[in-house]
């Protein structure tokens, strides 16, 4: 069982970029719960960015709100975060996090590789 995830890359303040979480396991995974995404500047702490929860509601730190949209995919196991308006203060590593029904009564909180995002001035 893994998350895996893709996006990211460099691009101009005012840019867009679209970032994909999708959890895979042969098989392994029953269902997908609450679907986060993190990030972490340089010499700064992990910050949740946005969440969603298995019905489909969104929730947003303060700072991306009305810039990042995040949407996930039931059918595919896949969260998405599209991200407009980038500014360089977005400039992070993002990871995402997704907790996993894999049996019964058998949950747990799994994280992806994280994936670099670069906003330049």
């Known amino acids: 069982v893994q998350l895996q995830v893709s996006g990211g890359g460099l691009v101009q303040a005012g840019g867009s970029l679209r970032l994909s979480c999708a959890a895979s396991?042969?098989?392994?995974?029953?269902?997908?719960?609450?679907m986060r995404w993190y990030r972490q500047a340089p010499g700064k702490q992990r910050e949740l960015v946005a969440t969603?929860?298995?019905?489909?509601?969104?929730y947003y730190t303060t700072s991306v709100e009305g810039r990042f949209t995040v949407s996930r995919d039931n059918t595919k196991n896949t969260m998405y975060l599209q991200m407009n308006n980038l500014k360089p203060e977005d400039t992070a590593v993002y990871y995402c996090?997704?907790?996993?029904?894999?049996?019964?009564?058998?949950?747990?909180?799994?994280w992806g590789q994280g994936t670099q995002v670069t906003v330049s001035s």
């Open positions: 969603i929860l298995d019905r489909g509601i969104p």
């Open positions: 396991g042969s098989g392994s995974i029953l269902s997908v719960r609450t």
């Open positions: 996090n997704a907790d996993l029904v894999l049996a019964f009564n058998d949950e747990r909180s799994y």
